[in-house]
């Protein structure tokens, strides 16, 4: 019971960076790199950077012992070759491991 309180006390205590946490994972150079290697798909690109950031958030829930749903990321890529299905595809793969 003193183990749990410990823990509670700390997690309130506890403050999170997330400028830092953001600049410590690769999702900044994962998405510059997206950037450069695919012109417009504006609203691809914004959704990949949506769910960077609750990956994030979530990684640094479970860090401090909150609870944390695990989020669903099923994806399903179609387009017309050429199009960059793999090319996103790829860059998900590097925000995700």
Do not use: W
């Not at 950037?35 to 949506?50: N, S």
């Amino acid at each position: 019971m003193l183990n749990a309180m410990t823990k509670d006390a700390a997690a309130q205590d506890a403050t999170v960076d997330l400028q830092a946490e953001f600049e410590a994972s690769n999702i900044d150079e994962v998405m510059d790199k997206l950037d450069r290697e695919l012109v417009g798909l504006k609203p691809v690109k914004t959704r990949i950077r949506e769910i960077a950031a609750l990956l994030l958030v979530d990684r640094l829930r479970r860090k401090f012992g909150l609870t944390s749903g695990a989020p669903t990321l099923h994806m399903n890529f179609t387009g017309n070759p050429g199009t960059g299905k793999t090319t996103v595809a790829l860059r998900m793969a590097e925000i995700l491991h």
